[in-house]
């Protein structure tokens, strides 16, 4: 072979080999995602001196949350958009002061007990002794009283499963902790799954007869914390009825039907929609704050509700084992809080779907039960699913 063949070939190699090389930089799959961590860090001290944690988990899809052992509080959701952009798409704080200094509680991501919601007159009577509860709403008892357990600190446990990974809670409210009976032992779990689901699970025993209702209150916004209102939200509830009422929010006892109101959400619906329609329960809730009869068909986990944000595409599905659901659509918030970032929560920015048993039960015997009785465990479930539309 001459000179100029060898060098030819040569050359024609080179080239041949940029070519493969440069096709095998262009079809390298991406850099692969981080698969689960769970990891927990100091957060601050109460002022009495009680340490707090803060435990941050994730999955392999981009799902990151915060949780602290003050109230069990979710301080930081974030879940990608439909362009794979990750935000936090719940309301907070970002220190601990926020949550223990702020302004007038609007429990923000906290675990709620004993009792979520309300109960009348911030009383009730059971096996014929009449309790007294704090009346810190009106005259009624709401969210478990002056200190309830939102405003505790929590023992806090890091939680691996097959399920996924994320945080036990557990705490002891002992007996005559605002004015309920028995020692009710509480442990409360929070499960990020590979399927972006959030798993709550919520289990208690107690040495005495006791009202429990327990819930998880954080305040959602799809678009993104402190990007403004929520009325574009499309929101759906699989509930064919709801309680109305009366102008302290506690229900009168009927099970009204919502077709042909305001309150109809079995399809989706904007929640701006029809919230300032000239309605009498709209007028006592100062906007959407009530509780929905979930459509149950027996026993078990049943989807509840789902929330749509065309601009950002995300998506929340809940399913739940509870009878009833409160949608609260943020009609208290008015522009005095400032929270995560600087920002300003104005009227409703963030909307709340708790999942619980109906308000004031324990003075409604026509609603389902929530009284626990020693040799009984209280155990219900609800499950977040964050994705997108297309």
């Given at each position: 072979?001459?000179?100029?063949?060898?060098?030819?070939?040569?050359?024609?190699?080179?080239?041949?080999?940029?070519?493969?090389?440069?096709?095998?930089a262009q079809s390298?799959?991406?850099?692969?995602?981080?698969?689960?961590?769970?990891?927990?860090?100091?957060?601050?001290?109460?002022?009495?001196?009680?340490?707090?944690?803060?435990?941050?988990?994730?999955?392999?899809?981009?799902?990151?949350?915060?949780?602290?052992?003050?109230?069990?509080?979710?301080t930081s959701l974030?879940?990608?958009?439909?362009?794979?952009?990750?935000?936090?798409?719940?309301?907070?704080?970002?220190?601990?002061?926020?949550?223990?200094?702020?302004?007038?509680?609007?429990?923000?991501?906290?675990?709620?007990?004993?009792?979520?919601?309300?109960?009348?007159?911030?009383?009730?009577?059971?096996?014929?002794?009449?309790?007294?509860?704090a009346a810190n709403?009106?005259?009624?008892?709401?969210?478990?009283?002056?200190?309830?357990?939102?405003?505790?600190?929590?023992?806090?446990?890091?939680?691996?499963?097959?399920?996924?990974?994320?945080?036990?809670?557990?705490?002891?409210?002992?007996?005559?902790?605002?004015?309920?009976?028995?020692?009710?032992?509480?442990?409360?779990?929070?499960?990020?799954?590979?399927?972006?689901?959030?798993?709550?699970?919520?289990?208690?025993?107690?040495?005495?007869?006791?009202?429990?209702?327990?819930?998880?209150?954080?305040?959602?916004?799809?678009?993104?914390?402190?990007?403004?209102?929520?009325?574009?939200?499309?929101?759906?509830?699989?509930?064919?009825?709801?309680?109305?009422?009366?102008?302290?929010?506690?229900?009168?006892?009927?099970?009204?039907?919502?077709?042909?109101?305001?309150?109809?959400?079995?399809?989706?619906?904007?929640?701006?929609?029809?919230?300032?329609?000239?309605?009498?329960?709209?007028?006592?809730?100062?906007?959407?704050?009530?509780?929905?009869?979930?459509?149950?068909?027996?026993?078990?986990?049943?989807?509840?509700?789902?929330?749509?944000?065309?601009?950002?595409?995300?998506?929340?599905?809940?399913?739940?084992?509870?009878?009833?659901?409160?949608?609260?659509?943020?009609?208290?918030?008015?522009?005095?809080?400032?929270?995560?970032?600087?920002?300003?929560?104005?009227?409703?920015?963030?909307?709340?779907?708790?999942?619980?048993?109906?308000?004031?039960?324990?003075?409604?015997?026509?609603?389902?039960?929530?009284?626990?009785?020693?040799?009984?465990?209280?155990?219900?479930?609800?499950?977040?699913?964050?994705?997108?539309?297309?």
């Open positions: 072979m001459t000179r100029f063949h060898y060098a030819a070939a040569f050359a024609s190699a080179v080239i041949l080999c940029q070519i493969v090389v440069g096709a095998c390298a799959p991406p850099a692969a995602v981080k698969g689960p961590e769970l990891t927990r860090a100091p957060f601050g001290k109460t002022p009495d001196g009680t340490a707090v944690d803060i435990y941050t988990f994730s999955n392999g899809h981009g799902v990151e949350i915060k949780a602290t052992t003050y109230g069990g509080i979710i974030k879940v990608p958009d439909r362009a794979g952009t990750a935000g936090d798409i719940v309301l907070g704080f970002d220190t601990l002061a926020g949550y223990v200094n702020g302004p007038p509680p609007p429990y923000f991501g906290a675990i709620i007990g004993r009792y979520g919601n309300r109960i009348g007159k911030a009383q009730f009577t059971l096996d014929g002794t009449t309790y007294k509860l709403n009106g005259p009624n008892h709401l969210h478990g009283g002056n200190k309830g357990f939102d405003k505790v600190v929590w023992a806090g446990e890091l939680l691996k499963t097959a399920d996924g990974v994320g945080v036990a809670f557990t705490r002891t409210s002992p007996d005559g902790e605002e004015g309920y009976p028995g020692s009710l032992k509480v442990r409360v779990t929070y499960t990020l799954t590979e399927k972006d689901e959030l798993i709550v699970a919520y289990h208690a025993t107690t040495d005495k007869a006791t009202p429990v209702n327990l819930t998880q209150h954080s305040y959602f916004n799809l678009a993104g914390e402190g990007s403004g209102d929520i009325l574009g939200h499309e929101l759906s509830i699989d509930a064919d009825r709801y309680t109305p009422v009366d102008d302290t929010l506690i229900p009168a006892g009927q099970l009204a039907p919502v077709q042909g109101t305001p309150f109809d959400f079995r399809t989706p619906t904007a929640i701006g929609a029809r919230i300032d329609a000239n309605d009498p329960q709209l007028t006592n809730g100062k906007g959407y704050d009530h509780n929905w009869v979930l459509n149950r068909t027996g026993a078990g986990l049943q989807h509840a509700a789902r929330v749509v944000e065309p601009t950002t595409g995300r998506t929340l599905d809940i399913a739940t084992t509870e009878p009833g659901i409160q949608f609260y659509a943020g009609n208290f918030l008015d522009g005095t809080i400032t929270g995560k970032g600087g920002h300003v929560y104005n009227h409703r920015t963030g909307f709340c779907l708790e999942t619980q048993h109906y308000p004031d039960s324990p003075n409604k015997p026509g609603f389902p039960s929530t009284i626990l009785k020693p040799g009984q465990e209280y155990s219900t479930k609800t499950v977040f699913t964050f994705g997108v539309t297309k």
